[in-house]
């Protein structure tokens, strides 16, 4: 397709997808729990983050981490640079006139500078968002109605008692959306071919019949999945006039986990709502992983990647805690999955350039994305109402 023709599909794939939730989803589905940061980065210092486009400050008291809207309602000044003017009280004290609001409900409390006796007291509220910690994590509710249980949104396997979950988060440029759209087999064997990792791996040509499938009769891992179906892997394969391909390799002579279960989950890649994708034997063999892409705005989100595991005693607990800080971490949650990273870049550009860019059913592994974006646009929880 000529660049004419491309920027002309593009601008009418625009057109026809201006009303989808997905679309208008570029900054996130809202009524969801979402991963905001580690519990131990969050102190009586209020931290600034922006969540879908939401400017909330997150603090501690005592025990419980509380989630507002970090701008004082009535000036607008950051609430991330308020001061906690009553110690032992779940109260922030906005940093420009003293107005001070309860924590538990958003309530404000006191006008410090207008003295006790303020008619404001009680009359104004600084929005607050529902917060849980679990397993080490601040979760937080972006919806504007109650929010629903956090096992509806959080994989079950993951919240399981005996697992052990070690997470990293990072803000990365480029939209949500291109990275939860990239998480089939079509990319794997060749964009992750040269990582360092994955030296020792015997790659595959292609996937044969490939067919994504939305399913939740996999392991016991929550709300439906879409989950790669294929009918095995084709090692090497003869393309016309060219020759074979991927070359055999003397150094590349372990085979992947294909097929082989964690805890019920035999499929390698799966991805739900809200933008949630999960790979099983990563980044070890008996491994579960987790990622998902929190918006921040339309050109940025927070990566967090939650790897779990189940190590069977003390010690194993302790060499497992060592081996992600001194590899899995860092090298492959890390400098494997920039690579990820770096094409989310470029399909974000694209699309800034073009206007729009998608998917194309002539391309088989795009199965996966055009049945994500459906999955997406057909049980986003209150979609219809997002804009």
């Known amino acids: 397709m000529d660049d004419a023709a491309d920027k002309a599909n593009g601008a009418d794939g625009a057109q026809a997808l201006a009303s989808t939730p997905y679309d208008r989803a570029v900054a996130g589905f809202k009524n969801y729990w979402y991963p905001a940061l580690g519990e131990r980065e969050v102190g009586r210092h209020p931290k600034r983050m922006i969540l879908l486009g939401e400017p909330i400050a997150f603090v501690r008291r ?8 970090d701008e004082c309602p009535h000036r607008g000044a950051r609430m991330s640079l308020g001061k906690d003017e009553f110690p032992g009280t779940d109260t922030l004290a906005c940093r420009f006139h003293g107005w001070t609001f309860d924590l538990r409900n958003g309530a404000c409390v006191a006008a ?4 006790p006796d303020s008619p404001v007291v009680g009359k104004v509220r600084i929005r607050t968002f529902p917060t849980e910690q679990r397993k080490g994590i601040v979760w937080v509710w972006m919806g504007r109605g109650a929010p629903v249980p956090l096992e509806e949104d959080i994989p079950k396997l993951l919240l399981r008692e005996d697992t052990l979950v070690k997470h990293r988060r990072r803000v990365v440029y480029g939209n949500w959306r291109y990275h939860a759209e990239s998480g089939d ?15 020792t791996n015997r790659f ?5 019949d490939y067919a994504p499938v939305l399913t939740d009769e996999e392991g016991d891992d929550g709300p439906p999945y879409l989950v790669e179906r294929t009918g095995g892997l084709a090692r090497q394969a003869a393309y016309p006039g060219l020759g ?4 055999n390799r003397p150094w590349r002579f372990a085979s992947q986990p294909y097929g082989r279960s964690v805890h019920g989950v035999s499929t390698i890649a799966a991805v739900r709502l809200p933008g949630l994708l999960r790979i099983n034997h990563f980044p070890v ?3 579960l992983y987790y990622e998902w892409y929190v918006p921040i705005r339309d050109d940025a989100y927070v990566y967090f990647q939650a790897s779990c595991h189940w190590p069977r005693n003390p010690l194993s607990r302790l060499i497992t805690r ?14 494997f999955n920039d690579q990820d990273k770096a094409m989310v870049r470029d399909s974000t550009d694209l699309a800034k350039r073009r206007g729009h860019h998608s998917p194309t059913p002539l391309y088989r592994p795009d199965r996966y994305p055009l049945d ?8 986003a929880r209150g979609a219809a109402r997002e804009g």
């Open 244 to 247: 074979e391909w991927p070359p």
């Open 62 to 69: 005592g025990r419980k981490v509380y989630a507002v809207q």
């Open 372 to 379: 994500w974006i459906a999955y997406a646009n057909e049980r």
């Open 112 to 115: 410090l500078t207008d003295g």
């Open 204 to 208: 595959f040509a292609h996937l044969k």
């Open 185 to 199: 087999g079509g990319h794997f064997q060749m964009l992750h071919r040269d990582s360092l990792v994955q030296l």
């Open 322 to 335: 060592l081996k992600w800080h001194a590899y899995w971490g860092p090298m492959k949650m890390g400098r």
């Open 285 to 287: 063999v008996g491994a």
